[in-house]
Structures are given as structure tokens and as C-alpha cells.
């Protein structure tokens, strides 16, 4: 086979942008291709085909793999379009608040057709639209807003459509607006019960003390605390570090997922953007790093959240010289790119690594992280919130961090007055407890646990939360609706999601989510189907049989009981 792979120096714009030599910065290896993608994009607003040959040479990789890689990226340009580009939240919570007016707004006050990488009729802008920003629950609808030159990106919240275009143009200068943290904590503060928000631990005082205790206490400790991971799998914390401890290899790593990319969940940003919480979180890494006796620590933090880089930097370096015992890590904050599905742990590896973000097919199902992971090698990979609880269970002790119920932070959002963090205790809490306790009215359905998952109705609101069967998934996010949603359209918008998150790997899951969208849609609007009832059926079973991940598996159900709805609802 010949591949052949053309390029077209850009004329009035440097074709390598990198204001520092690359030697000099990055080594020659693949794991420094995102770090580099990210810098040029940056700088230059695109990767232009002289930067990405001279990219690829420099980290030994071959120029068609690097434009492969790139395109499961969603923020990094191949092509000039324009100095600024706009990404669209449309997740439930903006679409709720009207960001549907906002796109139309756009379409008409700019000339753009679409908002699919559309540039305006003054070439000023290039318009996108993206599952989930986070923090866009303070104030939805929401954009981001990514201009040349800069290493942050700018938040524009509060939209309306008759002002949209004003607050385009108070884009100028350096000047940048970051959303505030404006969400609501709330937490259930019965006597006796331990809360992760209220307690602040003395992060050099619990490093001290895991360090005095030994890895074998610590993680007896942490196994006796039944601390669940927060990630949505719920595996048991303490058997994850047992197990990484146990291998038999020098080179560990330790890696901390924040890549917060399923629509609705903002319990890890919550976290990160609270400077104690920030640094429990690193504390947490750290007693994790010297329990197994790792020496590296990745802290993955997806796009969208990158203002934040400086903060946790200099906490980093503040850890480190409060708690000489975590001295001799080393720590990196890792920019993601953008694909929902690089919170999966293998994509998340391959990420790092500087491959395409996507699950790992070759990997047997028994083998998990603990034995190859992170460059093949031991790793233990967890939830911001996970490694957040650990500094309080090594300090508290686990019999006190597991008196009453194990700390829980739920995202809630929706039909409720302000966002909020609830943290409940997994001990029979129900979602009509968290409606109660939400000061929610006339709720009808619930999404919980991301766009994945099907809407829950009130027959099943008296179910605790917990991991495992007959329970609701305390992964972490709750959107409540009322009896004036359209539920149509909040499932229509669920199957956007899994076709444009799909890394398209998989066959059934790449062709399935797309095929089944257009399909629920023609179902809704008009009450048929161009694809007959057997080839949904085949399609929807497909995804669900074949699937590497959790994201095609989820296709199935996720599509059935959309179709179940509309037996319920006359569709048009």
C-alpha cells in the first residue's frame, strides 16, 4: 500500500509558531505530542501541515499517525479559518435555558448556516457547538471562546439571542472572563456524620502520618474505609493500590482522571477550583504515589478546564515544599484535548503517551491498569474525588470516614433554583431525597449518571443511591426535570451525544450511534422511519455485543427506552 500525504505552506503566518526550540523543551518522544499540539495550536490558532511534519519528525511518529491523532481532538484546527473560535454548550442544562435561541441568533446575525466549524460573514469568528463545558451550570447557555496568541480560554455566560452579538464584540484585549464558582454546597450535616466539604485536613500532617504508617496500613486503611471509586465503576480504592503495590516492577505510575467530560457533571471542577480541596486532591496522589511506590504523577485535566493549570501548579510546588516526603515526585499536569471518551482509563493512557485517545481492543479483559497500564507499566488511575477522600481517611481514621455512610458528592442541576453540590452519605439516600433536599417542584423525570443513561421516572424516585445492583449510580451527576420538558428532545439530544462522542473505533458503535439518532429522530418528528423496526433492533444490539467500551454498550438500552417514551407520547 502507497499513502501519500500533500502540504500547503500558509503564506503571512510563521509555518512553526513554537516561540522556543523544540529540543530545548520537549524530548523526542511520542508522550510530548499533545504538550506540543497544544502549545502551536495556542500560538498559532491551527496546526499547519509544515508544523505538523516537523511535530511528527520531532517525536517519532509518522505525519499521517499525528493527523490521525489529531482528528480525535476537537480544539485543535488543521486548517486557518479565523483568529477566534466559538464552541456552544449544548448540553441539557444550556438548552434548558435557551441556547437554542442563541445558535439561531448566530446562524443570522453572522451568515453561518451551520454551527459545524462555520466561519462568519467578517471572518472574525468560526462557530462550533460541544457537549459539555462544566461549569456552564452557573449560568447557561454558555460559550467558550478560544483566541490566537493566548494559553487560557474565555467563558461568556448568561447568553440571550438579542445580546449575543454585544458580548462578542467586549472580546478585545488581554482581558479574559473566567466563570466564577457560584454553584451552591450543600451537605447533610446531622451529628456524627463526617463531610468531605466541610473537613479540611492538614495535608502535610496526613502525609506524615502515610508515610509513618507504610503501605501496607495505608491501604488497610483505605480498604477498611470501603472507599469506592467516585469515577462511576465504584471498584474498591484499597484493592486497586494492594494490587499495584504487589507488582513486581520498579517503573509505577499513578495518574488522577479530571477529565469531566460527561454532560452534567461538575463535582470534580467543584473540587479542583477550591484551593484546600485542590490540595487534598494532590496530597491524595502523593500517598498514593509513595504507597506503591510510584515516582510519576499525571493529573489529566480536560480543555475546557486548562485556567486552571496555573493554580494547581503552584499548589504543587507549595505541596512540595511543605511535605519534603513528596519531594522527590514528580508531578505534571496534562492538558486532554477535548473526546469524552478520553476519561476512559485505557484512552486516557494512550492519550498521555501521545496516541490517539481512544480504548485499548487488544487489551485482555483480565488484565487491568494495576498490571499495564500507564506506559504499560502498574498504575493506578482514580477519580479527582477519590483521591480527595484519601488525606481525610489516613487522618480521620476509616472507622470515623465511614460512620454513618460513605461521603458522596452529587452534580445537580436542571429544574432547580441554583446548581448545587449536594453531598449525601451512600446509606439509603434517595433521588426523592435529593429533590427534597434540592427545593425542586413538580419533578418528573431524572437523568443520573450522564447522557449515557436512560431518564428516570417518579415510580423509581424511592431508590437509594450506591454502586452495584438495585441502585441508582452515584457516579455523580443528577438533572431534574419538570413536567414541562420535552422529553423527546432531551433524549434526541442524549443520542447527539453518543454519536459525536463515539471514537469511532468501533464499527457498530460508530455507524450505530448515528444510524439510531437519525432514526428516533424521524420517529419523533414524524412518526416513521426510513429503517425498518429489525434494523434497529440489529443496529442497537450490535453496538451493545460488540463495543469495546462502556460508550457503545450503552447504545442498547439507552435507545430503547428512548423509544419506549415515544410509545407514551404521540410523536408529532
Not at 458522596?408 to 432547580?416: F, Q, R, W
Not at 426523592?432 to 421516572?457: H, Q, S
Request: proline content about 4%; overall charge positive.
Amino acid at each position: 500500500f502507497f499513502f501519500f500525504f500533500f502540504f500547503q505552506a500558509e503564506d503571512g503566518i510563521r509555518d512553526f509558531c513554537l516561540s522556543r526550540g523544540l529540543g530545548d523543551v520537549y524530548k523526542r518522544q511520542p508522550q510530548y505530542l499533545l504538550p506540543i499540539v497544544i502549545e502551536e495550536s495556542d500560538q498559532k490558532g491551527y496546526i499547519s501541515d509544515p508544523s505538523l511534519v516537523k511535530i511528527a519528525n520531532h517525536v517519532h511518529l509518522y505525519p499521517p499517525h499525528v493527523e490521525s491523532i489529531l482528528s480525535h481532538y476537537h480544539f485543535f484546527p488543521r486548517k486557518y479559518t479565523s483568529d477566534t473560535h466559538i464552541y456552544l454548550c449544548r448540553c441539557h442544562n444550556c438548552m434548558m435555558k435557551g441556547q437554542s435561541k442563541v445558535m439561531q441568533a448566530i446562524k443570522e446575525r453572522y451568515g453561518v448556516d451551520n454551527l459545524h466549524s462555520s466561519v462568519s460573514r467578517d471572518g472574525k469568528f468560526t462557530f462550533h457547538t460541544m457537549n459539555w463545558l462544566g461549569y456552564c451550570v452557573n449560568d447557561g447557555p454558555a460559550m467558550m471562546v478560544k483566541r490566537r496568541g493566548g494559553d487560557y480560554v474565555e467563558v461568556l455566560t448568561g447568553l440571550t439571542g438579542d445580546g449575543v452579538e454585544g458580548s462578542l464584540k467586549g472580546l478585545k484585549g488581554n482581558v479574559f472572563k473566567w466563570a466564577k464558582n457560584n454553584i451552591v454546597e450543600q451537605t447533610l450535616k446531622a451529628k456524627g456524620k463526617y463531610s468531605l466539604i466541610e473537613s479540611n485536613v492538614a495535608v502535610k500532617d496526613a502525609v506524615k502520618k502515610a508515610v509513618r504508617m507504610g503501605p501496607m496500613q495505608v491501604i488497610k486503611e483505605v480498604t477498611e474505609a470501603k472507599l469506592l471509586g467516585r469515577g462511576g465503576a465504584g471498584f474498591m480504592t484499597g484493592r486497586k493500590w494492594e494490587s499495584a503495590y504487589k507488582a513486581d516492577m520498579k517503573e509505577k505510575y499513578v495518574v488522577c482522571n479530571a477529565d469531566e467530560g460527561l454532560p452534567s457533571t461538575f463535582k470534580d471542577w467543584f473540587l479542583l477550583n477550591n484551593e484546600n480541596k485542590r490540595k487534598e486532591v494532590l496530597a491524595g496522589m502523593g500517598i498514593c504515589a509513595k504507597t506503591i511506590g510510584a515516582k510519576k504523577c499525571y493529573l489529566y485535566l480536560r480543555y475546557e478546564y486548562r485556567n486552571l493549570v496555573p493554580s494547581i501548579e503552584a499548589d504543587i510546588k507549595q505541596l512540595q515544599n511543605e511535605c519534603p516526603e513528596l519531594a522527590v515526585l514528580n508531578y505534571e499536569v496534562r492538558l486532554g484535548g477535548g473526546p469524552y471518551v478520553a476519561g476512559e482509563e485505557n484512552a486516557q493512557f494512550e492519550s498521555i503517551q501521545g496516541f490517539a485517545p481512544i480504548p485499548r481492543k487488544d487489551r485482555p479483559s483480565t488484565v487491568f491498569p494495576t498490571v499495564e497500564g500507564l506506559f504499560f507499566k502498574p498504575t493506578v488511575i482514580n477519580n479527582v474525588e477519590t483521591f480527595a477522600c484519601i488525606p481525610h481517611i489516613v487522618q480521620q481514621g476509616a472507622s470515623a470516614f465511614r460512620a454513618d455512610g460513605l461521603p458522596k458528592l452529587l452534580s445537580v442541576s436542571g429544574d432547580v433554583p441554583r446548581p448545587l453540590i449536594i453531598e449525601t452519605l451512600l446509606n439509603g439516600y434517595t433521588l426523592n431525597d435529593l429533590i427534597t433536599d434540592a427545593k425542586a417542584r413538580d419533578v418528573t423525570a431524572a437523568e443520573v449518571g450522564g447522557c449515557t443513561e436512560p431518564l428516570i421516572f417518579g415510580d423509581k424516585f424511592n431508590t437509594p443511591f450506591g454502586f452495584g445492583k438495585d441502585v441508582i449510580n452515584a457516579a455523580g451527576s443528577v438533572v431534574l426535570f419538570d413536567s414541562a420538558c420535552d422529553f423527546g428532545e432531551i433524549y434526541s439530544n442524549k443520542l447527539r451525544f453518543m454519536t459525536d462522542e463515539s471514537c469511532k473505533q468501533c464499527v457498530p458503535c460508530r455507524d450505530g450511534t448515528s444510524l439510531l439518532h437519525k432514526a428516533f429522530d424521524e420517529l419523533r418528528t414524524q412518526g416513521k422511519s426510513r429503517y425498518n423496526e429489525r434494523t434497529l433492533k440489529v443496529a442497537a444490539e450490535a453496538a451493545r455485543m460488540s463495543s469495546i467500551c462502556a460508550h457503545g454498550k450503552g447504545l442498547d438500552v439507552l435507545f430503547t427506552a428512548a423509544c419506549e417514551h415515544l410509545k407514551t407520547k404521540k410523536p408529532y
